[in-house]
């Protein structure tokens, strides 16, 4: 089944353009339409209901929100026009708890393109955190590392990160859906660790869905993260598909885990499943 229906997490941020660019190329090459969420809160250092925030206070804090939400829409429609997608085009502004929200709308879609901000990039009350929305939406989330290339050469190799265990099963199934567009996938495993199937078995599979996939087994000296960031430097695939936070987010951002190193540091899209 191909992706005929994209959610982009859209906040007016460099990031957030490019992941809707990319969501765009993505969509004129078949049938999908794409649908630009922007997703806010109320700014969590005062809450302007309260009852002592001063009427003035109160109109003002609502005034600047109001005027932030004004300038990523217009942002957004001075896009249409180049992303020509047409009706195919959609918008929607949503207010709550911005990734509860994104992950929330996105179980109603095949996949949800987010953008890689920096630290301070934008407004705290429409920041993004693709790594929370892989946890909650329970979709497979493609992060944008920022302006990358949409033409076809670029799509035309794909890198899977392969341990065999649940995450990267999932991975595997959701991303299913983009690796038989490439011209052909590289099944990366890293390291001497006896994997829990084959990795022969995995080839038949992908064989069997249409896709031309070889094994590139890579050393382990660096850790697994290095290993798949130098892999994505040198080789240049079009997209690398990986399982997050095999072991709890919590581990994984207190000791610095693969899912967060190659999130922080990939120059190419990555696909999240969890």
């Known amino acids: 089944m191909s992706i005929r229906n994209i959610l982009v997490a859209f906040n007016g941020s460099d990031s957030a353009i490019a992941a809707l660019n990319y969501a765009a190329s993505s969509a004129r090459a078949g049938t999908a339409h794409v649908t630009a969420l922007l997703a806010h809160s109320a700014h969590q250092i005062v809450n302007s209901r309260d009852a002592w925030v001063p009427p003035k206070a109160r109109q003002i804090i609502e005034e ?33 708890r911005v990734d509860n929200v994104l992950s929330e709308f ?19 009350h ?33 890198a899977l990160a392969w341990d065999g265990n649940r995450a990267s099963a999932r991975a595997l199934s959701d991303g299913l859906q983009l690796l038989d ?68 987010k919590f581990r994984e951002d207190f000791l610095g885990g693969v899912t967060a190193r190659v999130l922080r540091h990939a120059q190419v899209p990555v696909l999240l499943s969890h």
């Open 126 to 158: 429409v920041a993004i955190h693709p790594d929370k929305i892989a946890l909650m939406s329970g979709r497979p989330v493609l992060v944008i590392p920022g302006a990358v290339p949409t033409d076809e050469p670029s799509r035309t190799h794909a």
């Open 181 to 248: 567009d490439r011209g052909r996938v590289s099944v990366l495993t890293v390291g001497d660790e006896p994997l829990p199937r084959p990795v022969g078995e995995l080839l038949t599979h992908l064989e069997r869905h249409g896709v031309e996939a070889r094994h590139e087994p890579l050393a382990a000296d660096g850790g697994v993260a290095a290993a798949l960031l130098d892999y994505c430097r040198t080789q240049h695939p079009g997209i690398l598909v990986m399982g997050a936070y095999e072991h709890s």
């Open 106 to 124: 996105a179980r109603g879609f095949d996949i949800i393109v987010v953008g890689r901000d920096r630290t301070g990039d934008v407004d705290e």
């Open 64 to 96: 600047a929100n109001a005027d932030i939400i004004h300038r990523i829409r217009a942002t957004f429609d001075g896009l249409r026009d180049e992303l020509d997608l047409g009706e195919r085009l959609h918008f929607i502004d949503a207010a709550g």
